[in-house]
């Protein structure tokens, strides 16, 4: 059997998406409650959410969403992590969330603080085997947010940050203008 390079690069993107679910996943989190949601988008899934990137750009005024649709385009694979919106009954001892307890907080629409301090864990560990695999990324807040527009991770899920895959000979992601 043969396997040219293209087919190889293909599946090891792929292979690299599936261990950054699990170490986004297995990361540390706060409390050791998990409210993680992860995902991987090739092909037809990819395309619509380039496709919703471009579409928020104008609506949003934030042209580096066209930027980051290309760069999604130009991608084998995104990996979306999100994060639901779950207090931690940390309550008066808290407050970091900025209200006087988490009822207050979520009574309000407010944001637990801790709900983003596990998201950004998780990232941190999803680029780590992506980077010991020499696998090129970027942490698109664009993929993101037309991720959470399209609900791809649920309805509950309320912040989401997409890391977009590739591995050619250069990275889409080094020379970006804007």
């Known amino acids: 059997m043969i396997q040219h390079s293209k087919e190889a690069e293909e599946a090891a993107v792929i292979h690299v998406a599936r261990k950054m679910c699990a170490a986004a996943r297995t990361a540390p989190k706060t409390k050791g409650e998990d409210y993680l949601a992860a995902c991987i988008l090739t092909g037809k899934e990819k395309e619509e959410l380039a496709n919703q990137m471009e579409e928020l750009s104008p609506k949003l005024s934030y042209g580096f969403f066209m930027r980051d649709a290309a760069n999604v385009r130009d991608s084998f694979a995104v990996v979306l992590l999100g994060i639901k919106n779950q207090a931690r009954k940390m309550n008066e001892g808290c407050r970091y969330c900025g209200f006087e307890n988490c009822s207050a907080c979520m009574e309000a ?3 637990c603080a801790f709900g983003p301090m596990d998201l950004g864990i998780a990232i941190g560990s999803a680029v780590s085997v992506a980077a010991d695999a020499r696998i090129d990324n970027r942490v698109m807040f ?3 947010r037309a991720a959470k527009e399209l ?4 309805e509950d899920v309320t912040d989401v940050i997409g890391i977009p895959l590739s591995a050619r000979g250069k990275s889409p992601y ?3 203008k804007r």
């Open 109 to 111: 629409g407010g944001m």
């Open 174 to 176: 080094y020379d970006r």
């Open 142 to 144: 664009s993929a993101g």
């Open 151 to 154: 609900g791809i991770l649920g």
